[in-house]
Every structure is written in C-alpha cells, then in structure tokens.
DNA sequence: GCATTGTTGATTGTCGACAATAATAGGCAC
DNA sequence: GTGCCTATTATTGTCGACAATCAACAATGC
C-alpha cells in the first residue's frame, strides 16, 4: 500500500487506522505501536504521531504517556455515554438548521433521502448508513454552529465503530429508521425548530436503546483486548 | 524559562501557551512559528508541535496545512456557539450528578461554594473563578458521562478565554451570579434532576446573554490579529 | 519458595538535519 | 507605474538517530 504523493500524509494515515478500528479490526484495549506501523506504512514515526493525535481527538485511541496508543475502550459505558450527548448535541444543531435552511440545503436532501429510501427497500444497510453520513453531512452545513459541527464529526467515527458492531444483529427494519428522518426533514423543510429538535432526540434516544440492548447481547464483540 | 526536567514537556508547553492564548496575549489569528517558539523555550520542534495538537484539541488553535498553527477565532459568534453548546451539555451532566452524588461530594461542594461565597463578599473576580473552576471539576467527578467530561474539559480553555475578555467588564455583581450555582447546588442535593437541569440551563443563558453584550461593546479585545 | 533488585530489551520521547512547499521580493516586459 | 514571472527566503513536513523510560526477566539474598 503506498501512501506517499498525496496530499496530508498523516490525514491518511489517521484514516486508514480509523476504518481498522471502526471494522473492530483493530480491537478496543489493542497497542498501536509506532514503529511497526511506520515500518509497514513505509513512512517514518513523525507522521504516525501525528495521525495517532489526530484520532485522539476522535476518542479513537487514548494516548498514554510513554506507554503509547491504545484503541479506546467502547464498552456499553462508552455507547451510553455517546447517545446521551448526540441527544442534545443534534437537536441543537437541528433547531438551527430549521431556521437557516436554504432552497439548496432543501434540495440536497430531499435527494439523499430519496436514495435512503431506496436502500430501505432492497434493505442495503451498508450504503444506508453512507446516505445517513451524507444527510448529517448536508444539515450540518445548513447548521451554523460550526463548533457543534466539529465536535459531531469528531464523533461521528464512534458512532460509526457501534453502527458496525451492532449492523448485523439488528432487528429493527431500516424503514423504521426512515422514518424518523422523513419527520426530522419535515419539521426542517417547514422551519419549526420545536418539531426538528423533537424528531431528533426521539430518534437518537431510539437508537441508543437499540445499541444498548445489541451490547448486551453481543458484548464479546466489544470486550477489550488485553495484550500479551 | 525552563521547561526541561519535569512531567510532560508537550503537556507543559501547551500549559504555557494556552494561558497566553486566553490572557490575550496571543491574539484571535495571531500565528504560532514552531522554530521560533523552540528557540524561545530552548526544546526541539517535536513537543511543540505535540503540544500545538492538544491546543487544537482545546478549539485554541486552528492548524492549516503546511501554513503551522494560528491562534483560533474569538468572534461574537463563536461566543454564542460556545454557550449554545454549554446550555445543553451542563445540564446533560448536571443531571446525571443529582442522580449520583455522594456524601464525599456534596461536602466538597459546600467547601468550595462557601470559598465562592467569601469572594463575592469581596468582589475578589480572579479568584471567584479559580473556584468556579473547582467547582466544576468536583462536580465533573460525580458525572458518570466521561465523554462528555472530556469535551466540557476540552471547552474549557475557550470559556475562561472568553470570561477573561469580559472580566473587567461585567456589571453583574458576583452576587448575582453565585445564586445559581447556590441553587444549582441544592438540587443536586436534593437529587433532583430535572430542576438541576433547569438550574444550570439558565445559568448558562444567563452567562450568555452577558457576554455577547459585552463582546459587542468591547469587540476591539476580539478582532483578529492580521499578521504583517 | 518468595521478594527484591539489577540487567536487558523494547518502545516512546526528543533532537538536529534535510526535503518540500508556501510567502516574499525582485526583475522584467509592457 | 502596473502586472506577471522568477528567484530567494522563510517555514512546515519528514526523516533517521539517539536518549530516556518502561516492562519483562534473571539473578541474588533471605
């Protein structure tokens, strides 16, 4: 794998490790060592380090001091802890955007949605969940708050680890999920903020109930790994 | 200056320059150069740059690509963004501490809120938010939210940036203001989560509406640097 | 056999040097 | 004098090497 002439080496870096931990390929409680991954990467520590702060700031890895990178833990905690703040942290961001959307905003995701629903219905949960990463994409753009923003963007590869964890074992349909953003697009499309922010909290306050009773089912997927 | 022979040096120099950063004597756009800085502190480039990471972290500093490091802005916007989003996070956490206080806890509190009290008796600002500040921390303790502890720590630098700002410029008396950490308080105690919520959701408004007034008269103290 | 201590090996922390890139200044044509 | 192009300089990005530190293990004493 070359990672050389492209543009911000440790921004790739730092994705191509976040993708290794979202798919759990790199397991919570694991090292990441400097090192071996310079060696493997081709490249030398410099850019590595700076990868390993940027999904630092993602709650990807905790960085120990002088005991290196650890992924971080993403035990039933963690996603509880998470829900919790994208129930207040959305419908802020959701109240804003019912009162700063534009004809454009307004057409782009009405077209998103669109291609959601066609997911839904032949039940393609992997290209689901990227249309679900472009309709936060486009709301947040509406948004005005670019300090929420950021900060749900540094989350969002969080959210993205549990989605995975738990994306085979739902049982939930994914028109269900649809649903929610249809209403939450309504309330937009119509600048009621009240409504917005209420379609918004009763969606995520859904999906946290939902992950949290997959966790316990299926917490060996999540369990830390202890190194040897 | 010496920075040598102690814990962490990145950690140290981000110390260093975040209180400069928040005491304005690092101006909104000003530009951080690592060699100079290095030279400065007598370090190498690497835990400067490390310690420019953690600013980032803390929202004190923006990293351009290949164009280093510039202190962060400090616009009437940003203001309202910053607040917006401690309206709903405080009292995320605030719930969850009534629900959860110890006898160890509550007493911490009292001391730190009678310390409070004797600085509002003699209008003693600097110190009054030394402890705000203890405050907080003894009741981030108590918090079971982490991750929302960790963010609330990260946004920290930029509210005492801003407090500062306005410091010597508030009309309300710090009388005032200790009312609702006093009323705050009691609901805690009392295990009372929706009105500690309540309480700290106008708290936070409050604080608010008085910085965005007083940012809109003394906005000469938050204009960009333009650098020559 | 157990605890303590010293040694060794592995890993992160820091450094100075070089490469790549962006900002600046100067020269040239018009 | 103005605008564009080129050369120079300043600054960040990356590298390999060394120093400091930590973990694991072996040796020693009790």
Not at 100 to 110: H, L, S
Not at 190 to 218: F, S, T, V
């Amino acid at each position: 794998m070359t990672f050389r002439d492209a543009k911000q080496l440790p921004d790739q870096i730092a994705q191509h490790l976040a993708e290794k931990i979202i798919h759990l390929e790199l397991k919570p409680g694991q090292r990441i060592q400097e090192a071996k991954l310079a060696q493997e990467l081709g490249v030398s520590r410099s850019p590595i380090r700076e990868a390993l702060h940027i999904l630092n700031k993602q709650f990807l890895v905790d960085l120990l001091p002088r005991r290196g990178a650890v992924v971080s833990e993403f035990s039933e905690d963690f996603i509880g802890w998470l829900y919790d703040l994208l129930a207040v942290i959305y419908p802020l961001v959701a109240r804003e955007c019912a009162n700063n959307f534009t004809k454009d905003d307004a057409d782009q995701i009405q077209a998103v949605l669109k291609k959601m629903e066609e997911c839904a219905q032949r039940s393609d949960h992997d290209k689901y969940y990227d249309y679900v990463f472009e309709y936060a994409a486009t709301f947040m753009r509406a948004a005005k708050n670019m300090l929420a923003v950021q900060i749900l963007m540094n989350l969002w590869p969080s959210k993205r680890r549990m989605e995975f964890a738990t994306l085979y074992h739902r049982r939930n349909t994914l028109k269900d999920n649809l649903k929610y953003f249809k209403l939450g697009t309504k309330y937009f499309l119509a600048g009621n903020p009240d409504m917005a922010d209420k379609a918004l909290h009763d969606y995520i306050l859904q999906e946290r109930a939902i992950a949290l009773e997959l966790a316990r089912e299926y917490n060996h997927l999540l369990t830390t790994h202890h190194l040897g």
